[in-house]
């Protein structure tokens, strides 16, 4: 009996300008990832340079902020600022109302925006891409151009602020939490990122809910969007920013101290004499610190929902 020797399989030796080729991609893949992060750095660096300044500025003294060329790092710290600021303004009262106003607009928007989302996304009739389409030009339309209809509309709310039936002989909805509030209450743009979310959901679970009798509100509430969470912390969070920044219809429709939000409490730095700079970048910096915190906080959830809601 004889035994068969097979051949030895001997590789092919490696080419000799393969070795070469690899290292110059490593090399160019190297120098195109640092050039990267290089733009990033100095992107990031100048995006931040402006609250960077009004951070410094806010500590600085008056008489600082007045030399030209103004020095970079402040010569004499002047944590006082904050506490003048304070004094000098009742940002425990401004705070409060942007609080309100920002929370109301997120639960609000979370609330309305999911609803007609998921009737959009998941519910089938003849009316939705023409509802859908409204939506996205309604998106296109900017706020400016139409805070006067709003503006008369609330003015001339019916049965409210002495208004009769026809919405005359009163002030309407003017210098209410109604008027700060219910504009704000639903947003096209926020309808359309919740429809985004939920077309990206699978349909067969709704299916399934229905040939098991779960009404359609259940689907809705119990099994659907539950699954959208980035998508509702993305859209609380825009709508809370939002809120919380507002200053043209604050500005507009209220006029007792008792319902100004902080952004235009800061205002009120500014006069038509002068403006004491220093309290107004240190009120600034004070609005602006919440809503830097509530990013730091929510970003990995921030991005997620905008990467599943499809924008780039």
């Known amino acids: 009996m004889t035994t068969e020797t097979r051949p ?3 590789p092919a030796p490696r080419s000799s300008a393969a070795a070469p080729r690899t290292t110059s991609l490593r090399r160019q893949k190297r120098i195109a990832t640092t050039a990267i992060m ?46 003048e600021a304070l004094t000098r303004a009742p940002f425990a009262i401004y ?8 929370t109301a607009a997120a639960v609000l928007n979370v609330a309305f925006g999911s ?7 998941k519910m ?40 009769s039936i026809f919405g005359a002989g009163g002030t309407g909805w ?32 709704i299916e399934a809910a229905r040939l098991d009798g779960v009404s359609e509100f259940g689907i809705y509430t119990r099994i659907i969007t539950p699954l959208i969470m980035p998508g509702l912390l993305t859209v609380a969070l825009l709508s809370f920013e939002a809120g ?10 209220t006029t007792s101290e008792n319902l100004r939000v902080i952004q235009v409490g800061i ?28 990013f730091l906080i929510f970003q990995r959830y921030f991005v997620q929902g905008f990467a599943a809601s499809g924008i780039k």
């Open 174 to 205: 003017i210098d209410t939490w109604w008027a700060l509030i219910v504009p704000g209450a639903i947003s096209p743009f926020m309808v359309f990122l919740f429809r985004q979310f939920y077309v990206s959901t699978p349909s067969e679970l």
């Open 38 to 83: 290089v733009f990033l750095i100095v992107a990031s660096l100048l995006m931040a340079a402006p609250f960077l300044w009004m951070a410094l500025s806010s500590i600085r003294d008056p008489t600082e902020l007045a030399k030209v060329p103004m020095p970079l790092i402040p010569q004499d710290l002047r944590l006082e600022n904050y506490t």
């Open 124 to 163: 089938r009739f003849r009316l939705a891409p023409a509802i859908f389409g409204w939506m996205v030009a309604c998106i296109m339309i900017p706020f400016y151009a139409t805070v006067i209809p709003v503006f008369l509309m609330v003015r001339h709310m019916p049965l409210f602020g002495g208004n």
């Open 95 to 102: 705070a409060r109302n942007s609080l309100i106003l920002a």
């Open 244 to 253: 919380w920044n507002n200053f043209l219809w604050p500005l507009l429709v």
């Open 267 to 294: 205002s009120s730095f500014r006069q038509e004499a002068a403006t004491d700079w220093h309290l107004l970048m240190a009120g600034t910096t004070m609005a602006a610190v919440p809503m830097i915190i509530l």
């Open 8 to 10: 030895e399989i001997v």
């Open 115 to 121: 609803a007609c989302g998921y009737a959009l996304a």
